[in-house]
């Protein structure tokens, strides 16, 4: 059976690459142990001992429980979202960071955050795609595979409190149904206050040497009975079933490391075609994602109110652009796109050399090619329409609309994400709403797709919208110009949805309600209805389609690379490695490790305005036990080659032992472009320091309470 | 006596710091020897044996005889200059590079290129100082010393070919007469285009690592007899009394390497208020220099004339600017201003342990610190007034109506610059003047540098600048913008020294053929000249005053930091050290060296446009003997802790026994400050790798003549 192969075929870890499933680590036991891990590798496999059992998924970002009452390290940049539901009017947490300074003062962070503990795994490959004729149609093809994937998740979640999915391996070769707890109350308890978080921001993100303190502690909430439950004053701290070690000591260049958390996504089993429309992605990246952090910039910069909504939003977009513009010069740098040409014509000569294997794989293969490239003649248009889908009013109306009709049928014949048990998080989602609303902000980024759809020809622009746009400025002969301001005016002149009542009123509305309001945003959603659904349609077929074709694809390329982790699907991935620097180009060497004396010397104004009390500490050298023994001072970061990528973010660094000896929370520039080709040469995660989080909160912040639950003295 | 006491005291040589004079090396013969030095020291300090018999003065660059037929290496930017005089309508030689393939191709450079050859050292203290009275008035010491230093040049330059100068070092403890022998004949050999030269340009410029091919070769000519001439085609090449040995090996991390050249000028005997005024200088030049940098670049990207005239000044105007902004970080990185007042603070303190001491120098050094003071009320009328000075066409002006006054005195009582010896260079470059100049460029300059004189309150504003602006326009009630659009008006229509016959005829004219003329330039600097002899006046009671006080500040330092290297002074020095890299931050480390592989991982769009034939060869990686046996590949630049300055730019770096192994270029950025305070750890020289000269000459440009006359036989 093709989807057992995995399981017998022991994978051969590639220098630094591998994001492993848990179960496949005991076969790894030589290559861990050649980069130093000391411990049983069994254990790794185990998701109900620590470390894996101490894993948690924030959805987007990774956390590890580190106390018996709950407490979970992350990344600041993963709470920042949070930082700005649990903030009271005036508050700006996440600029000026928080420290309860008891379990009291700790925040709600609303009924939107969610943690999830994963509980375990079962292939349901045979369930899910075992049953289905070759000769199935592509859109019938789809439904099926998400009528079994539903069926498998009702099934699933009929356990209290518990969250599932299926996620598919290795581009549909395997499905594995996911089975997680879930805890739904999440207080904040710590965060840093940005310049010590995002210490240099866009200056050095993703940039070596970096400075950046990007750590927070939140902690689990539930009932006084032990159970997980709803946000309620009267819950009290979680006990984790596991929970790591706090290292006191580190690592040091050389060091192994491990790290374990929810990968969000990988492409390298992509072909060659996917990634030449990744580089034109990334290109229009660039330009879009500029545009849009210098709204946000400007906007911050001109209405006090804009900081609390956006803050968030535009260091996810001034990420993105980094991230596109590395990306972009990575794959130049490396010859990414060739390189990958040639891995897929070393695929075609596989498939050629075998006539039985020709007749089975080619067309696929060829087929697949052609999908993949299926939408470039609608780029613009489908760029544009993304940006449409910006802003957080339309997509608002849209999304209520579409679950008043969902809900006119059977629950299991609704489409995923319009279910009963995606209730729950609908409503939290539109009640916190306003926490990231910015309405100038909203109708600039409409006025924009609305003029570059306009400026489309003819035969690409959406009729839909034209006509909704006709409609709403009739003036006979009025321009692109008018149309656009006749929209602007009608769609945010008193929008219903910019009030949190009759956003929630609307969740419970019949589809009747939508089409007879006269609100534009309601209105828009409303003609824009049959276009959703038939674009919906279309991809429907297209992942059906893409379900037969992808895993002949996916078997060529496991034959001649074989021993290659599956991409990253969110689920829980542990990659490991060892604590190391690299040249980026020629004549420059990086050290591993930066301190807090290199994060003085760079201090000055903004994005390098270190808080005065941090810089008064680092002044008054006292480390106690925290100083890095080599350096005789303070290691802020670190980097090291283990594999990962978004969603990674937060996840624990273990020590050969499983101890915290530090937070990943970035990759490097120049490894930029990983999630398409792994460089090991020059891939590498970066890492704050346990010592610089432990002597933050010991001599800067005097959070003795934290330290002590850490299971650790102050000493400063 | 207070000059003999360096010739007593052995210099101590602090680490990689030292631009030592000559007759100072055999003293150092345990640091040469330390750092690797395998010669006799004592021949070091002869000025009539190799090497120091081989290298020459371009006039602010530094070059080396090479070859028995006068064949100079020098830096491509060097002879920028040159090669605009020595290019044909159509041609540009600095952008596109030449190559002479036989002696008859070499280009003449024009009458206005000297080269001179150091022939001799004469301390000659106590005839310009020795017999002045303590009582003398500045302007009348300052006039005393100048007659001195007339009286000993004139004497010195009654030998044929010989050119004199008396510099002053440790602050004028000692005044030394130097001569030299001058060249008169110089043609361009060979220069690399721009994107070999100046590869990464702007970008790279200051920033290891970097990959400049930045080397040129010219060829000394003189009569058939043997002497000096003037050039003439039927001149020889020169025989240089002594030549450099060409290494076909290069250095390597850690080696020895020395370079003899010309540093212009270095301030670390200044004073603290001194180091203070030039932070302000620097942000004033960051500025300044940014807007002509601007504007230099706009007329070369919009008029195709412009290019010719004004690359080599862009260039080194970007170069200032480069400079002011790496000064000024690297003043604010290592706490310059602090620590030269610290300096400072412990000779006030030595001064002040010793009554009779304190009595003889306390108040000169007082006075010294007021007389540095004393600009800063006038500082940004100096500054426009700079910007005007600017204008070729006003300095030309300016110059012609000096020298028509100063002819009508005895030659010895003339000001210096405008004596029958300087007749011949003030000739040549009156006719050189068309090859940089472009109105337009010229007219931005005056009106910029008149709009700011014209703001300034009227208290600043000189009255003899204002009275010819509202001369030239009447009309009452004229304001600023109408002034200065009207002298433009009148400057540039039809300027009378924009023709070379016109400047040639007026160099001979008497003053009251310049106060008759209706041109504008030369009415503006016939009403300027009495501004100017003020000034004059004045600046010469100032260093008569400066020339009184000075020395007391340097027998203080002297005796607090004894064994430092007396500033640079334009006269010949060596510098030794090794061949080194550094970390410019914390986590970075800058390995020495860089190469061929590197150059073409940055190749791309301007200003990493390398040529096809550069490409083509390194890709053929064909390296014949010029690889690196640790690198296996060409080295094309390296870096090395040796003290150097402007002036240094082609000095050859020797190893060490003395052998060509490249060609200092630059300094680095975090170095840049070096000037006033030089800190080891991170100033560098940077120099081209003698193996990438001979590889590129040999496979690139398949120069083989010029490699056989290097000594060597082509390889490839």
Redesign the interface.
């Known amino acids: 059976m093709v989807s057992l192969l995995p399981l017998l075929l022991a994978p051969s870890a590639l220098a630094g690459e591998g994001m492993w499933e848990p179960r496949q680590l005991p076969a790894l036991a030589s290559e861990l142990r050649a980069a130093g891990h000391a411990g049983d590798p069994t254990l790794l496999a185990d998701l109900h001992q620590a470390p894996l059992g101490a894993i948690v998924s924030l959805g987007g970002c990774t956390a590890s429980f580190v106390s018996e009452r709950g407490l979970l390290a992350t990344n600041r940049h993963c709470v920042l979202g949070m930082a700005q539901r649990a903030q009271r009017p005036g508050e700006r947490l996440g600029t000026d960071g928080f420290y309860a300074p008891t379990e009291a003062d700790e925040r709600p962070t609303g009924a939107v955050t969610r943690i999830t503990v994963t509980q375990g795994f079962e292939d349901v490959t045979a369930t899910v795609v075992g049953k289905l004729s070759p000769r199935l149609e592509d859109r019938a093809r789809h439904d099926a595979i998400d009528t079994a994937i539903k069926r498998l998740v009702a099934s699933c979640e009929r356990a209290a409190d518990t969250r599932c999915r299926v996620a598919a391996f290795e581009e549909g070769l395997r499905y594995v149904l996911v089975r997680s707890l879930e805890l739904r109350d999440v207080r904040l308890v710590m965060v840093p206050p940005d310049m010590v978080g995002s210490y240099g921001d866009e200056v050095d993100n993703w940039h070596?040497?970096r400075h950046a303190g990007d750590f927070a502690f939140l902690r689990a909430y539930g009932s006084r009975d032990g159970k997980p439950a709803d946000p309620d004053p009267g819950n009290v701290p979680w006990q984790p079933a596991h929970r790591l070690e706090v290292s006191r000591r580190g690592v040091g260049p050389g060091d192994f490391v491990m790290i374990a958390g929810f990968p969000g996504r990988t492409e390298r089993w992509r072909t060659a075609a996917e990634l030449a429309g990744e580089v034109r992605t990334l290109q229009d990246r660039l330009v879009e994602g500029g545009w849009a952090f210098d709204l946000l910039s400007e906007a911050i910069r001109t209405d006090p109110t804009a900081a609390a909504a956006l803050t968030s939003s535009r260091s996810g977009i001034g990420n993105g652009v980094s991230a596109a513009r590395g990306s972009l010069e990575s794959f130049t740098?490396t010859g990414a796109v060739a390189r990958v040409a040639e891995r897929d014509a070393a695929i075609d000569a596989w498939v050629a050399a075998d006539p039985a294997r020709a007749s089975r794989l080619a067309a696929p293969i060829a087929e697949l090619r052609a999908l993949v490239q299926k939408h470039e003649g609608t780029r613009a248009r489908d760029l544009h329409l993304s940006w449409l889908g910006r802003s957080d009013l339309l997509s608002t109306a849209r999304s209520l609309y579409r679950w008043s009709r969902e809900r006119q049928r059977p629950d299991a014949q609704r489409r995923s994400g319009y279910q009963e048990r995606d209730v729950a998080r609908a409503r939290a989602g539109l009640e916190s709403l306003d926490s990231g609303l910015h309405l100038a902000t909203d109708r600039a980024v409409v006025q924009r797709a609305l003029l570059a759809l306009l400026a489309l020809p003819a035969g690409q622009q959406p009729p839909e919208l034209m006509a909704w746009l006709r409609a709403t400025t009739p003036a006979p002969g009025a321009d692109a110009a008018a149309l656009a301001e006749g929209a602007l005016t009608r769609l945010y002149t008193r929008p219903a949805l910019a009030d949190t009542a009759a956003r929630l009123a609307l969740f419970e509305a019949a589809p009747a309600a939508f089409r007879a309001s006269p609100d534009g945003f309601l209105s828009l959603a409303v003609a824009l209805g049959p276009w959703d659904e038939a674009r919906e349609a279309e991809a429907d077929a297209e992942a059906g389609a893409l379900a037969r074709v992808r895993p002949a694809f996916a078997e060529a390329l496991r034959a001649v690379q074989p021993g290659r982790a599956a991409d990253a699907n969110s689920t829980l991935r542990v990659s490991f490695g060892n604590v190391k620097?690299y040249s980026p180009?020629?004549?420059?060497?990086?050290?591993?490790?930066?301190?807090v004396?290199?994060l003085a010397?760079k201090a000055g104004p903004w994005p390098f305005a270190a808080p005065r009390d941090l810089l008064a500490a680092i002044s008054a050298g006292r480390w106690g036990p925290w100083a890095d023994p080599a350096l005789g001072t303070v290691v802020v970061d670190f980097l090291s080659d283990v594999d990962l990528t978004g969603g990674n973010s937060g996840s624990p660094t273990l020590d050969g032992k499983g101890r915290l000896v530090g937070l990943a929370f970035d990759t490097n520039y120049e490894g930029i472009a990983s999630d398409w080709v792994f460089d090991p040469a020059v891939s590498r995660g970066i890492h704050v320091d346990v010592r610089y989080i432990l002597w933050y909160l010991d001599a800067v912040l005097q959070a003795d309470r934290l330290v002590r639950e850490l299971g650790i003295e102050p000493e400063l």
Request: glycine share 12%.
């Open positions: 070596w040497p740098r620097g180009r020629e004549a420059i060497t990086y050290a591993p490790q930066t301190t004396a290199g010397a």
